[in-house]
């Protein structure tokens, strides 16, 4: 591997980003969807089938989250997801964040529990 190709990798984008549409596609092909949200934003409101994992969290919460299935991760507006997937992607796992978050979902006409 050349230098100029290893700094690449270093820096490439290891998760998609996704819109709802396409997240509920994922998940009607089984993925898991994981909400990063504080406990209070989750108390909130919160998509039927998200599990909740705070971004705190995600880093040892891993074993928590099956590797045999796509993971879909959601937040607010889409920061703290990106940054979920970031960590998540490193762990091996097909990875996407919902562009938008919650906000986006609801926006969609999606139901919020």
Do not use: N
């Amino acid at each position: 591997m050349s230098i100029r190709s290893a700094i690449a990798s270093l820096f490439r984008k290891r998760h998609s980003t996704v819109d709802v549409a396409t997240a509920k596609a994922l998940l009607s092909r089984g993925a898991t969807l994981i909400d990063v949200r504080t406990a209070a934003e989750w108390r909130a409101g919160h998509a039927p089938q998200a599990k909740h994992i705070p971004l705190d969290r995600i880093p040892v919460s891993g074993p928590r989250i099956r590797k045999d299935r796509p993971v879909v991760v959601m937040c607010h507006s889409g920061g703290r997801s990106a940054a979920a997937a970031r960590i998540i992607a490193e762990q091996g796992y097909e990875i996407y964040s919902l562009r938008g978050g919650i906000t986006a979902w609801e926006r969609a006409g999606e139901p919020v529990h």
